[in-house]
């Protein structure tokens, strides 16, 4: 097979491969670039022909970049720069301002409380940044890498999406004054065993981490949800005794704190990034408002 030429290489081709890197899906790159699928899987094919090597493989959710793939996208990351400073320098914005789309995936209820702020003050001061916001509790997949930084409960859980710990925070029982009125009295860890858990969906549960219902001397889940707000409204409503984020319990005047000193369980978020993100410099300036946010804030996640 001859060598790829740089004529034979299309700067737009490389556009088309950013927004499968970035959407994880030829769908939903063709609605990032406003064309239809069969026009994103034309250009990537047409791209691969020209470089003569595979860079997208399919998966079960989505496409995976190859080895190869991760590279080139890497490095047409600064073309795609280049391309924003041009324009920017055109309509009379300068070509010192910081653009780019930076996909965040974080945990429901702290994406929520502390993510959401930190990306509104990013766009304040950086109004080239388009900020996107994914809430989830389930694991990453690498496949279709549709993000460009990822905040987990614990790690990542692969070498190939290394993380750097962003905080630790505690997660600690609560319940209503009201439930607490119309129970029997919560004196000692052997008390919880006739209350029960508002906690996560037990058959849904996929963060290891989270499986903390069996250490609660046998409480049973009485109201699961997957979403940590539900959750929440479900124990200011007396549902049970509820096992939340000390972040969302303290602050909350529906809610009574529920054995402190004895149950205090204490887990961590971790930050992941993309290696092949194409704004590079956009994704670093939401990294530093996140670690931000959560240094100036440390005392919420730990009371």
Known sequence: ???????????????????????????????????DHTTVKRRIDRLEAALGVRLLDRGADGWELTAIGREVAERAGSLEQVVERVVAAASGGGDDAVRGTVRVVA??????????????????????????????TRPLSLRGSGFDIAVTIGSSGSSRLPSEVLAPYSLRLYASPGYLAAHAPIESIADLESHSLVFYVDALLTVHELDLAPVLNGMRV??????VFAQLEATKAG???????????????????VLPKEVDFRLQFSLALRRDSAAVEAVSVVRDAIRREVQERAHELNP
């Open 1 to 35: 097979m001859p060598e790829p030429r740089p004529l034979d290489v299309s700067t737009d081709d490389l556009r088309y491969l950013l927004a499968v890197a970035r959407a994880g899906r030829m769908v939903s790159a063709a609605a990032l670039l406003a064309v």
């Open 239 to 257: 549902a049970g005794v509820g096992l939340l984020h000390a972040f969302m319990g303290d602050r909350d005047p529906g809610l009574v704190p």
């Open 222 to 227: 009485g109201f699961g949800s997957t979403n």
């Open 107 to 136: 945990p429901d209820g702290f994406g929520s409380v502390f993510v959401a702020p930190a990306l509104a003050r990013v766009q304040q001061s950086h109004p080239g940044i388009v900020v996107e916001l994914v809430t989830s």
